[in-house]
């Protein structure tokens, strides 16, 4: 028998993959948009590059400028402080204004900003004032241009495809979240903290590239002869005459407050208490975007058949069962430290599982909550209801532990979110919300 040679043999195989690769586009209404692909793939270099970013700035700070504690918070102060001071206003703009050019607008700010960062150490003039300005900066781009993101993707798929979209947004997530630390620590280590940054650039300005090719032609906003301060005050009447809105609302808060504390303790807890490495840390880590990945496919099958609300309640319970078990994993359990290890990892993996499943649910129904002309105001009105007062709960936190150790501070967090999901289960109409 006479073998077909091995370049037919390879066509076959490419022909047959392209088909398969094109039924399954063609099956998929969202990835059969090609503007959905672009602005998927946006999102992807956007994710990968925030992860690079996350761990490539502080590290500059540490490594280039020996920054102090004291300088380090501030650094992270500077980069929430725009949720407190912009969160409303850009509300206000985004119902004015048309999405994408703000997106494009932002992704090119921050993009310059990181980029600022290599030249300003090539040229010796890298300072701590400076990363404070660029990570101001980046606060304020993520706020900008993160809620425009969120209105122009309902227009890009509707809102019957929130879910479907944010799911596959969930797999993107994962990926950077598995492979975007590694390789910011290998660019760093490799090339330096500057060269990290100046890719991370690149992948902004590539994302903005990218963008750029779109054809959506998104509706001008009709306009408004209301002064801003008008318009911010409807936006918080708004949430507030909406029983689920405010529902979501102080819920979101106090697990932003509750999520915000433990953050400010996990590190210590890992390596003072259970004696963990940076090594060893980072590689248990990396199980939460296994989370992120398991949960953003559950997410939409779970969410037909038991409701948004149920499904948000569902990874509220995750997240509340990683802190009550967190504080009581000893340091060697099973007389392994290895052993505490690996159960610290286990509880991130259900973490960021309950996360995933806790705010896909939860954008959906806000945004189906809301009617187009006040989108732009609900974000950011819910942005700044929930996120603005969270570094208090890090501050608490903070005093608890000094107190009476690290410890007792997760117990009080473990108790609060327990109360919390109670209150949630209980005392609030989300078990029968199906939207």
């Given at each position: 028998m006479t073998l077909a040679p091995p370049s037919y043999i390879e066509s076959f195989i490419l022909a047959t993959?392209?088909?398969?690769?094109?039924?399954?586009?063609?099956?998929?209404?969202?990835?059969s948009s090609s503007d959905f692909r672009r602005f998927w793939l946006s999102s992807a270099l956007s994710s990968f590059g925030s992860q690079i970013?996350?761990?490539g700035l502080p590290l500059c700070a540490v490594l280039l400028l020996h920054?102090?504690?004291?300088?380090?918070?501030?650094?992270?102060?500077?980069?929430?402080?725009?949720?407190?001071?912009?969160?409303?206003?850009?509300?206000?703009?985004?119902?004015?204004?048309?999405?994408?050019?703000?997106?494009?607008?932002?992704?090119?700010?921050?993009?310059?900003?990181?980029?600022s960062i290599a030249v300003a150490y090539w040229c010796d003039a890298l300072s701590m004032p400076w990363l404070y300005l660029v990570g101001f900066l980046i606060g304020t781009n993520f706020?900008?241009?993160?809620?425009?993101?969120?209105?122009?993707?309902?227009?890009?798929?509707?809102?019957?495809?929130?879910?479907?979209?944010?799911?596959?947004?969930?797999v993107t997530e994962s990926a950077s979240r598995l492979i975007g630390p590694g390789i910011a620590g290998m660019l760093v280590q490799a090339l330096s903290a500057p060269v990290a940054m100046l890719a991370t650039a690149a992948a902004f300005l590539v994302s903005l590239l990218n963008l750029r090719g779109m054809r959506t032609v998104e509706p001008?906003?009709?306009?408004?002869?209301?002064h801003p301060l008008h318009d911010i005050r409807d936006g918080l009447a708004?949430?507030?005459?909406?029983?689920?809105?405010?529902?979501?609302?102080?819920?979101?808060?106090?697990?932003?407050?509750?999520?915000?504390?433990?953050?400010?303790?996990s590190i210590l807890f890992a390596t003072r208490e259970l004696g963990m490495t940076p090594g060893l840390l980072g590689a248990v880590q990396t199980l939460g975007g296994?989370?992120?990945?398991?949960?953003?496919?559950?997410?939409?099958?779970?969410?037909?058949?038991?409701?948004?609300?149920?499904?948000?309640?569902?990874?509220?319970?995750?997240?509340?069962?990683?802190?009550?078990?967190?504080?009581?994993?000893?340091?060697?359990?099973?007389?392994?430290?290895?052993?505490?290890?690996i159960a610290y990892g286990l509880l991130v993996f259900f973490f960021d599982c309950g996360v995933t499943l806790f705010f896909i649910p939860y954008m959906s129904m806000r945004q189906k909550a809301t009617p187009d002309a006040f989108l732009g105001r609900m974000i950011?009105?819910?942005?700044?209801?929930?996120?603005?007062?969270a570094p208090l709960g890090a501050l608490g936190a903070g005093a608890l532990a000094e107190h009476f150790g690290v410890r007792a501070g997760l117990a009080c967090i473990a108790a609060g979110s327990l109360t919390l999901t109670l209150a949630m289960v209980f005392a609030t109409p989300l078990r029968g919300v199906r939207a």
């Open positions: 993959f392209r088909q398969y690769c094109s039924q399954k586009v063609g099956a998929d209404p969202l990835l970013s996350t761990l920054a102090t504690p004291a300088q380090m918070g501030l650094l992270v102060a500077l980069q929430a402080l725009p949720f407190a001071l912009l969160s409303l206003p850009v509300g206000v703009l985004l119902d004015r204004k048309r999405k994408l050019p703000i997106i494009l607008c932002s992704k090119l700010l921050s993009g310059l900003a990181l980029a706020v900008l241009g993160g809620g425009a993101e969120q209105v122009f993707l309902i227009h890009l798929v509707g809102r019957d495809g929130q879910i479907d979209a944010q799911a596959k947004f969930g001008q906003p009709s306009p408004s002869g209301k708004f949430v507030w005459r909406q029983s689920l809105l405010r529902t979501l609302a102080w819920s979101a808060g106090v697990w932003h407050l509750l999520y915000y504390a433990s953050a400010s303790l296994v989370g992120v990945l398991v949960s953003s496919q559950m997410v939409r099958p779970l969410t037909r058949r038991y409701g948004s609300g149920a499904t948000m309640l569902l990874g509220m319970s995750s997240t509340t069962l990683t802190f009550v078990l967190t504080p009581l994993i000893p340091a060697a359990l099973f007389h392994s430290p290895l052993a505490s290890a950011s009105t819910m942005r700044f209801l929930t996120v603005a007062t």
